[in-house]
């Protein structure tokens, strides 16, 4: 199998798209030198490569006769949901025993669909019945840090290892090969790839096309097979989107924990399944999938809004204690130990508390990282529109500045606006000085900077998040304005007299 074609996928995502056009259909392994189910072995088991194919009642079948008398057959017989069977045959045909080499068998090569892929989210997994393997881009490239040296690699090699599956993946689609009998090891090469379908398109845009692959085998020992003697191999390959519904059902039924493809394993992992869960669980009631960001993110708030009310006037009222607290540090600056008892002492009088302001955000963060996760790998969003945004998975660039090749996409900047907004009603931390306030309401702009070319789902996540805390902060702000109440005297000194 040289190339798997999604028919209801489109390679590339234009705006107002109808349906997908045979000339613009995701394939799978393209470019790739070597086909899906490849021997590999040297010319004792590869011989010229040639083989003579046949229709069955099912499926493929492919076979060749070498002259050492190996026969090797291949049959393919293709399922439902984007799976296929293959067997793979080396038998002896001929009148004495035969030494089959170490071979390896090619499960396919990691490759982006289309020059305006992200390269970094091409990578592969295997695993060995406990725990998945990772090898990605990121890892190859071996990039150095400052000044450390570093080169990069081109070999990863897994011997003696109990491979249960391997895949090769881009950040939407997946080319898994499950071998009913573990393979002994996995091999992967950093590779050149053939020229890809619409790279002059690409070089039109001003992005150039991605040269590498990422080819990945099965690695197997070598064998004796007596006259007449064969080895016999079955595999099931799926070829297909990264959806996690689909794997985890697939996974379920073998065994084998295949859904761990989508990286929604671990903590943040359990957060991004719920969130992906609610998120089609909104599409299915005929929310788009836009607005099913908007109204989990506005329950998300909701959920958290006590704890953020609380959190915002506890910070409010840690500022208008400021004096009297300077002027404890002040008075008890030679003796630190009672300083700081004091401080507590007084904070406990007036129910403040330091780590108020921090709490509603620590609990928040897994949350976050939950939806960043969902958000860059959920293929739900791939083509998913929202007003000027075609695709919410990548960023929503309406143009490119002529002269600089530098993108405009509105929904960072918006989302830093409201950023740079939100940081100059927040109240400052007790005991900051003015230079590091400064510094806090001008931070999120090194977020902008951070997140401006990521997906525009993630950015519409944020500027939500934002708006929504911003409307809270003004809400709390006009209920505590006409009265606010009394604060006590720090502990070891007088009240201060009322006029």
């Not at 002994?184 to 002059?200: D, E, R, Y």
């Not at 016999?232 to 859904?259: F, H």
């Amino acid at each position: 199998m040289s190339i798997a074609a999604l028919k209801n996928y489109p390679a590339s995502i234009r705006c107002n798209d109808k349906g997908v056009a045979p000339t613009n259909r995701v394939t799978l392994n393209t470019g790739a030198i070597l086909p899906v189910m490849a021997v590999l072995g040297g010319e004792a088991i590869q011989g010229d490569g040639v083989y003579r194919l046949s229709k069955t009642d099912q499926g493929i079948r492919a076979e060749k006769t070498l002259t050492n008398g190996l026969r090797v057959l291949k049959q393919f017989v293709l399922e439902s949901n984007y799976l296929l069977t293959a067997t793979i045959r080396l038998e002896n045909s001929g009148s004495q025993p035969l030494t089959v080499p170490a071979h390896e068998l090619a499960i396919g090569t990691a490759t982006a669909l289309g020059a305006h892929d992200d390269p970094s989210r091409l990578g592969i997994y295997w695993y060995d019945g406990k725990d998945k393997k990772k090898v990605d881009e990121a890892w190859f490239a071996n990039r150095g840090f400052a000044c450390m040296p570093s080169s990069p690699r081109t070999e990863y090699l897994a011997g003696n290892n109990n491979v249960v599956w391997g895949e090769v993946h881009s950040q939407f689609f997946t080319l898994a090969v499950i071998p009913r009998e573990p393979a002994s090891g996995i091999h992967v090469l950093h590779t050149n790839i053939l020229s890809q379908t619409n790279a002059p398109q690409a070089a039109s845009a001003g992005a150039a096309p991605v040269p590498f692959g990422l080819q990945t085998t099965l690695d197997y020992p070598s064998a004796v097979l007596a006259p007449g003697q064969a080895i016999e191999r079955q595999y099931t390959i799926y070829a297909g989107p990264k959806e996690y519904k689909r794997l985890a059902a697939l996974g379920a039924s073998m065994k084998n924990n295949l859904d761990t493809i989508m990286d929604y394993d671990g903590f943040f992992g359990w957060f991004a399944q719920l969130l992906l869960s609610s998120m089609n669980g909104l599409n299915r009631l005929g929310f788009n999938y836009a607005l099913a960001i908007i109204v989990i993110t506005i329950i998300i708030k909701l959920l958290f809004w006590p704890l953020t009310n609380a959190s915002t006037k506890s910070m409010k009222r840690m500022a208008a204690l400021q004096p009297q607290m300077k002027a404890l540090q002040e008075k008890y600056k030679d003796d630190p130990a009672k300083m700081n008892r004091k401080l507590m002492e007084f904070m406990k009088e007036n129910r403040v508390s330091p780590l108020g302001g921090c709490l509603p955000m620590v609990l928040q963060i897994p949350v976050f990282f939950g939806f960043f996760r969902m958000i860059q790998s959920a293929i739900e969003l791939r083509g998913a529109q929202f007003l000027w945004a075609c695709d919410l998975s990548k960023p929503d660039t309406i143009f490119m500045m002529p002269g600089l090749n530098f993108p405009v996409n509105p929904l960072p900047l918006i989302m830093g606006a409201t950023m740079l907004w939100q940081a100059r009603l927040t109240p400052p931390s007790p005991g900051m000085d003015p230079l590091q306030q400064k510094i806090m309401k001008y931070m999120p702009l090194m977020f902008l900077f951070i997140l401006y070319k990521f997906s525009s789902g993630l950015t519409l996540y944020w500027t939500v998040q934002n708006l929504l805390t911003i409307a809270q902060m003004k809400l709390t702000k006009t209920k505590s304005a006409p009265g606010q109440p009394a604060v006590a005297a720090p502990v070891g000194l007088p009240p201060k007299k009322r006029k």
